[in-house]
């Protein structure tokens, strides 16, 4: 079920909001020292392709943006704690600062709750009046928020709040809570008193529990609305200031005693992803973006994206970036307005398309539209689109792209000398082969691979929750909840496991997903793109246009830079050959289980097992459906005022 969408003409804050909310932080920050810890919920057992190795490369975005708008406020004394680099990290042996720190946050995507759940069961076994406040958030939490509050009488562990939205709602939620803080109370117990005045909830974007009187699982949880988003995301902090806080990699559970130096930032973590612009003008039914984004979409300036990319290379050496976009080529102003501002820097720097190295994900339709400007695209550094092709016959979803239409994107974007990175979506109507026609899945792979594909993704369609197929998934009996005696945990959830099929015979479909990879990467065609590379022609082809459109422009292709590009294609190659090693060792199994043992299917989606409400008693906006209300219990006796709220605030911060 995808999100509902806030009133029309509230679906963004203010302009300046979140300005005035750093300086009303700036200010907080002066008068109370506070220690974080932001962790990463990693489960390793995730790790297949397409992104083994590349997953250990990359310190990802969400933790370092709220990362940075701490240090952005003043509170310098955070560190960022990222589970792929720190394994056995145990939140009951961090020390900041000599001291268990004030907050504990935990980001998480779905595939990644075991870990998840683990760190908050820990955190919360710290004694009581040591305990930090724990915070909850990641796309984990936003739209199955209740995942992070135990459900076990045995075993009661929760988080105290889950944070449904972005940066600003985090900082309005600290705002509300440094204004209520007396001198020597703890984060913690300043939450609990302001979560039970009605003081958090006029902030949209948590959720919260009403905890039992008996110290058990929550009796139930307040949802305070859908976040308001930031429309313009010049707002944010500089993404710089998160690297500062990352851990270094360590075998042990307790956090070392300095961030990681700055030299080896960009040594362990090449790539840095990076917020370019956020939403999507298609609907697809298995697609929870547009739905979150309120059907807006919102951008960085050029002038600030180039800016930043060039603040964070000359800080940390990174040279890769990976726009975090739902669909870059979406509109073409805003996409002009990026390129232009970065062809401007690359031709400043006189080392255009060599040093700065930019990637992003775009659709068929919009490449096709774009096609006069990929040039610039090109110009500005961007060697890689990931193209949401699906299925290039376009028989599960309809987005404006077909077959020719796909290829015309391949050629058009190589022949600007960008490389194609097409994603596709294996189902159960889709066989493995046709002779007549490209409908199998290896036909496509073969296709797409003739078109110049250097690397692809396919995964097999799963239900993905936010999405208008979500609830369908489940209801109809497609989902799985059991395979024999393995229940469907989140670790397989990541569309590389078939854990939601029709099909007579579903260990088919994962065989398929196997044979597929294995088709596009293996050693003979290893051997031949040493010879026939498929990274070889757009290069030559970009460098003669450049040189008949501006022969003083910039500098010839080196012959160490021919030599990498060349070479790029086996690169990828081998490194898809070892990935598909890892993937063929974790899935076979699962393969094994799917012929082997009895299917349990779902009749209904994997609803809240607490009730859920608004804070004035309405279904939650975050629940689905058949979700529990208890109407016989609210948390506050009566709505609390505004103004009161507000008198009741000064009065504790005078105090």
């Given at each position: 079920m995808e999100l509902p969408r806030r009133e029309r003409g509230d679906e963004l804050l203010p302009p300046g909001a979140m300005i005035a909310m750093r300086e009303r932080m700036r200010a907080h920050a002066r008068k109370h020292d506070l220690a974080t810890v932001i962790a990463y919920a990693f489960d390793h057992r995730t790790r297949v392709l397409p992104f083994v190795f590349y997953d250990f490369k990359v310190a990802p975005a969400g933790v370092r943006a709220i990362g940075s708008a701490l240090v952005d406020a003043g509170f310098g004394k955070t560190r960022i704690v990222l589970q792929q680099w720190n394994r056995k990290f145990s939140p009951l042996h961090m020390r900041l600062d000599g001291r268990i720190p004030d907050l504990f946050m935990v980001s998480s995507m779905h595939l990644h709750g075991s870990e998840?759940?683990?760190?908050?069961?820990?955190?919360?076994?710290?004694?009581?009046?040591?305990?930090?406040?724990?915070?909850?958030?990641?796309?984990?939490?936003?739209y199955e928020p209740w995942n992070v509050f135990g459900a076990d009488p045995d075993d009661p562990w929760a988080a105290d709040v889950a944070v449904t939205g972005e940066e600003y709602v985090l900082l309005s939620l600290l705002d509300v809570l440094f204004s209520m803080k007396a001198?020597?109370?703890?984060?913690?117990?300043?939450?609990?008193?302001?979560?039970?005045?009605?003081?958090?909830?006029?902030?949209?974007?948590?959720?919260?529990?009403?905890?039992?009187?008996s110290g058990g699982p929550p009796e139930e949880l307040v949802d305070t609305g859908v976040q308001r988003l930031l429309g313009d995301l010049d707002e944010l902090p500089s993404m710089v200031h998160g690297y500062r806080l990352i851990e270094p990699p360590s075998s042990g559970p307790a956090l070392g005693s300095h961030a990681l130096d700055a030299v080896r930032v960009g040594k362990l973590a090449p790539v840095s992803t990076t917020v370019l612009t956020f939403g999507c003008k298609f609907r697809c039914k298995y697609c929870p973006i547009p739905a979150y984004n309120q059907s807006q979409y919102r951008t960085k300036s050029g002038e600030r994206i180039a800016e930043e990319i060039n603040e964070v290379y000359d800080t940390y050496r990174i040279r890769i970036f990976f726009g975090a976009d739902d669909n870059f080529l979406n509109r073409t102003e805003?996409?002009?307005?990026?390129?232009?501002?970065?062809?401007?820097?690359?031709?400043?720097?006189?080392?255009?398309?060599?040093?700065?190295?930019?990637?992003?994900?775009?659709?068929?339709h919009d490449t096709v539209r774009m096609a006069e400007h990929l040039p610039l695209i090109r110009r500005a550094g961007v060697g890689y689109i990931w193209l949401g092709v699906e299925d290039i016959t376009a028989t599960l979803v309809k987005k404006g792209q077909d077959e020719d239409k796909t290829l015309t994107a391949f050629r058009l974007l190589r022949e600007a000398g960008i490389n194609p990175m097409p994603m596709m979506m294996h189902h159960d109507k889709q066989p493995l082969v046709t002779f007549k026609g490209n409908y199998g899945l290896l036909n496509q792979m073969r296709q797409l691979r003739k078109a110049g594909s250097l690397s692809v993704q396919i995964t097999m369609l799963t239900p993905s929750p936010g999405s208008q197929w979500y609830v369908d998934t489940f209801t109809s009996g497609t989902a799985f909840t059991r395979v024999g005696e393995a229940s469907i945990v989140p670790h397989i959830m990541d569309g590389n496991y078939v854990i939601a099929s029709k099909h007579k015979q579903p260990w088919t479909r994962q065989l398929n997903l196997l044979a597929a990879y294995t088709y596009f990467y293996n050693p003979a065609r290893l051997l031949s793109s040493l010879v026939l590379s498929k990274s070889w022609a757009p290069l030559s082809a970009l460098d003669r246009r450049l040189r008949r459109e501006d022969p003083e422009g910039g500098p010839r292709p080196t012959p160490s830079r021919m030599i990498r590009r060349h070479f790029s294609d086996a690169m990828f190659q081998a490194t898809g050959i070892a990935g598909l090693a890892f993937t063929w060792f974790r899935t076979l199994r699962w393969t094994v289980r799917l012929m082997r043992d009895p299917i349990a299917r779902a009749s209904h989606p994997p609803i809240s097992p607490f009730p859920m409400r608004s804070v004035d008693g309405h279904p939650a906006a975050h629940a689905l459906p058949g979700t529990a209300i208890a109407a016989d219990r609210v948390l506050h006796p009566r709505p609390v005022p505004k103004q009161e709220r507000r008198e009741v605030a000064a009065e504790v911060a005078t105090r």
């Open positions: 998840c759940d683990r760190l908050i069961r820990e955190a919360c076994q710290i004694p009581p009046e040591r305990r930090p406040l724990i915070i909850a958030g990641g796309p984990r939490v936003i001198a020597d109370e703890s984060m913690r117990a300043v939450f609990l008193r302001a979560r039970d005045s009605g003081a958090l909830d006029d902030i949209p974007g948590l959720v919260y529990a009403q905890s039992s009187k805003r996409t002009l307005d990026i390129v232009e501002h970065l062809a401007r820097r690359a031709a400043e720097r006189r080392d255009e398309h060599d040093r700065i190295r930019i990637a992003t994900e775009a659709t068929v």
